[in-house]
């Protein structure tokens, strides 16, 4: 049985046009620094598998569909030519009988040979007539179908149909995993604001604290100086009653003196 070209090119080309979806999830994956996509990927392991599977599937379907529809065409067209070999033959047997007949001498042949040699041409020539018209039939049969796979390359358009699944399939995984890409990304951002106003509100509380502190170190120094200056004025209280208490003394002594002075 001969396969037609277009049956055995597909298969080279529809393996090439798999590898999309296998790099789906992976031909961007360098470009991200703040999350790993391998271990992101991973939780996706699942519908990613699911989405190759279903699109290998439909290709494949499309694919093996016309594949299997060429093969029986080309059975088909096979044997419309094994016919026109048998038509040919046939053929070649009744010109072989018709010669043999004619190849009869009529002058020795009775009417009633005659007649039946008349009939049996007849009948040759109808049978010759009948297999040339399906001689016609079958040439313009394997004529137009060889001329439509021409036009329209019926495994050339389920190639392209397999390829628009697989990169569909293929753009779908890349827009699946760039979504939990962004999501991440939005998750880590969020985690981050998050931190820098724990940070900010850590900051203000110790600002406050220092604040306090510095109120609390000016308010003892402050007691600390007060302090000082009443135990100064003590002392100086202190001396200035002392210096009266001996001035007394004295004024008491030297009234004394005059005293005995009299005496």
Same mark, same amino acid.
């Given at each position: ?91 070649? %047997? ?13 002058? %020795?042949? =009775?009417?009633?040979?005659?007649? %039946? ?24 049969? @394997? ?21 628009? $699944? ?18 991440? @990304? ?31 170190? %000016? ?7 007060? $302090?000082?200056?009443? =135990? ?29 002075? =009299?005496?």
């Amino acid at each position: 049985m001969q396969v037609s070209k277009n049956t055995t090119i597909y298969m080279g080309q529809n393996k090439a046009n798999l590898r999309h979806i296998e790099e789906a999830g992976q031909k961007n994956s360098k470009k991200s620094g703040s999350f790993n996509m391998a271990r992101m990927l991973s939780g996706q392991e699942d519908s990613i598998l699911l989405k190759k599977q279903l699109a290998r599937k439909q290709a494949y379907k499309i694919v093996g569909d016309t594949f299997a529809s060429e093969r029986q065409l080309d059975a088909e067209q096979d044997a419309r030519r094994d016919r026109q070999q048998d038509i040919i033959s046939e053929k070649r %047997e009744i010109k072989d009988l018709m010669a043999a007949y004619e190849d009869m001498p009529e002058e %020795e042949m =009775t009417e009633e040979m005659l007649a %039946e040699k008349r009939e049996a041409m007849q009948q040759y020539q109808k049978q010759l007539d009948a297999l040339d018209a399906e001689m016609g039939n079958l040439h313009r049969a @394997i004529h137009d179908t060889e001329q439509g796979r021409l036009e329209k390359s019926p495994m050339g358009e389920a190639q392209e149909m397999a390829d628009e $699944i697989l990169e569909a399939a293929s753009q779908e995984i890349i827009g699946m995993v760039w979504a939990e890409a962004k999501d991440h @990304i939005d998750e880590e951002q969020e985690k981050r604001e998050e931190l820098a106003e724990k940070a900010a509100e850590k900051k203000e509380e110790l600002e406050e604290k220092l604040e306090k502190a510095k109120e609390d170190r %000016e308010e003892a120094e402050e007691l600390a100086k007060a $302090i000082k200056e009443a =135990t100064s004025m003590d002392d100086v209280k202190r001396e200035i009653n002392e210096m009266l208490d001996k001035m007394k003394l004295i004024e008491e002594d030297i009234k004394g003196a005059k005293v005995d002075e =009299t005496l």
